[in-house]
């Protein structure tokens, strides 16, 4: 987990989603017809990320992650809603505004192999931020990109200079990933699922590395993983995510080690414990396959839920507040329960 701040210390947010919609259009086709004429990739979500802090995004496959994370990146434009980054509506940006807001967020990819151009070495991979936003003289990114290098513990840098991407293992190249990110000195880092390509024995390596240097920089970050393990041990706050719609959120410690909405009591329980005597839950839980095509009705999760009552059929639920800055989607905490 991060370090605390001070007991009183307040920090203010740099990033902050407000109601953000993206509906994708579906052009002809049986769920075109049947269904609506849209699909639901984010529906609604609202929160702030503090200067600084980490936030978690999790849930399973198709929840919304990567839509919601490219919207926080200005790579798609929201359907409804803002997303607004130092106070600055991203919407509105354009030429030398964008790029400069390009500068300040970037992007860790999930698959190292498919995030670096094979036709560049590792040394021109990384000065490549440096010459798109003319920083320096040729030396001075020279200098850079073997300081980025040793930052991220490739030793030699000069060794990896004239490397092609495919000449080095999983590892080395998620390394060089988040090296390439950090070379510009953003204020603002995206990490989608940055060690699931990974062997676990490399894994906890990258995670350090990731922690250390947000820390250091002070960095905000977002990491976006199946892995709970994973935001418990870097995230301050933790967010679920289910059909495109938050369903927890809160400290971390407070939503993996407390869930208080039925499907992130589902995803805890069925998280690996690297304990042979500890004994497993098992929630039971209908086995429905939900849609976000077309207009939703009632709660997302209705369908799936083992708590279900008449009311989640017909009004969503607002989030409301299980704890200490910790709130829950679910009716059994609202005013209508």
């Given at each position: 987990?991060?370090?605390?701040?001070?007991?009183?210390?307040?920090?203010?947010?740099?990033?902050?989603?407000?109601?953000?919609?993206?509906?994708?259009?579906?052009?002809?086709g049986l769920f075109a017809r049947a269904a609506?004429?849209?699909?639901?990739?984010?529906?609604?979500?609202?929160?702030?990320?503090?200067?600084?802090?980490?936030?978690?995004?999790?849930?399973?496959?198709?929840?919304?992650?990567?839509?919601?994370?490219?919207?926080?990146?200005?790579?798609?434009?929201?359907?409804?809603?803002?997303?607004?980054?130092?106070?600055?509506?991203?919407?509105?940006?354009?030429?030398?505004?964008?790029?400069?807001?390009?500068?300040?967020?970037?992007?860790?990819?999930?698959?190292?192999?498919?995030?670096?151009?094979?036709?560049?070495?590792?040394?021109?991979?990384?000065?490549?931020?440096?010459?798109?936003?003319?920083?320096?003289?040729?030396?001075?990114?020279?200098?850079?990109?073997?300081?980025?290098?040793?930052?991220?513990?490739?030793?030699?840098?000069?060794?990896?200079?004239?490397?092609?991407?495919?000449?080095?293992?999983?590892?080395?190249?998620?390394?060089?990933?988040?090296?390439?990110?950090?070379?510009?000195?953003?204020?603002?880092?995206?990490?989608?699922?940055?060690?699931?390509?990974?062997?676990?024995?490399?894994?906890?390596?990258?995670?350090?590395?990731?922690?250390?240097?947000?820390?250091?920089?002070?960095?905000?970050?977002?990491?976006?993983?199946h892995d709970l393990s994973l935001v418990r041990?870097?995230?301050?706050?933790?967010?679920?995510?289910?059909?495109?719609?938050?369903?927890?959120?809160?400290?971390?410690?407070?939503?993996?080690?407390?869930p208080k909405h039925p499907y992130t009591q589902?995803?805890?329980?069925?998280?690996?414990?690297?304990?042979?005597?500890?004994?497993?839950?098992?929630?039971?839980?209908?086995?429905?396959?939900?849609?976000?095509?077309?207009?939703?009705?009632?709660?997302?999760?209705?369908?799936?839920?083992?708590?279900?009552?008449?009311?989640?059929?017909?009004?969503?639920?607002?989030?409301?507040?299980?704890?200490?800055?910790?709130?829950?989607?679910?009716?059994?905490?609202?005013?209508?329960?």
């Open positions: 987990m991060a370090d605390p701040d001070p007991i009183g210390a307040v920090r203010p947010p740099l990033v902050v989603a407000e109601a953000v919609q993206k509906y994708f259009p579906l052009r002809g609506g004429s849209y699909l639901r990739g984010v529906d609604g979500v609202s929160f702030e990320i503090p200067r600084g802090a980490s936030l978690g995004i999790a849930g399973e496959s198709g929840c919304g992650k990567t839509t919601l994370a490219r919207l926080l990146l200005r790579l798609l434009t929201p359907t409804a809603g803002r997303v607004l980054f130092g106070g600055v509506d991203l919407s509105t940006l354009g030429g030398a505004d964008l790029l400069a807001f390009r500068r300040q967020a970037q992007l860790m990819v999930q698959n190292p192999y498919e995030a670096i151009n094979p036709r560049f070495t590792i040394g021109r991979a990384l000065a490549e931020p440096l010459i798109i936003h003319n920083i320096g003289t040729k030396e001075d990114r020279l200098d850079r990109v073997v300081e980025a290098l040793t930052q991220v513990n490739l030793h030699p840098a000069d060794a990896f200079l004239d490397q092609f991407p495919h000449q080095l293992s999983g590892g080395q190249l998620q390394r060089v990933g988040l090296a390439r990110a950090l070379m510009v000195d953003p204020l603002f880092l995206v990490a989608d699922e940055p060690v699931s390509m990974l062997d676990v024995s490399v894994r906890a390596g990258v995670l350090n590395l990731m922690r250390t240097i947000a820390r250091s920089r002070q960095l905000t970050t977002v990491y976006i993983s041990y870097v995230c301050d706050t933790s967010m679920i995510m289910y059909l495109g719609s938050v369903a927890e959120i809160g400290p971390t410690d407070a939503v993996l080690a407390h589902l995803l805890v329980a069925a998280a690996p414990v690297p304990d042979p005597t500890h004994p497993a839950a098992e929630i039971a839980a209908p086995e429905q396959v939900p849609t976000p095509i077309g207009p939703g009705r009632g709660c997302p999760f209705k369908d799936r839920c083992p708590q279900v009552m008449p009311v989640c059929h017909t009004t969503v639920p607002p989030l409301s507040f299980v704890g200490p800055n910790h709130q829950a989607a679910c009716h059994l905490y609202g005013p209508l329960h």
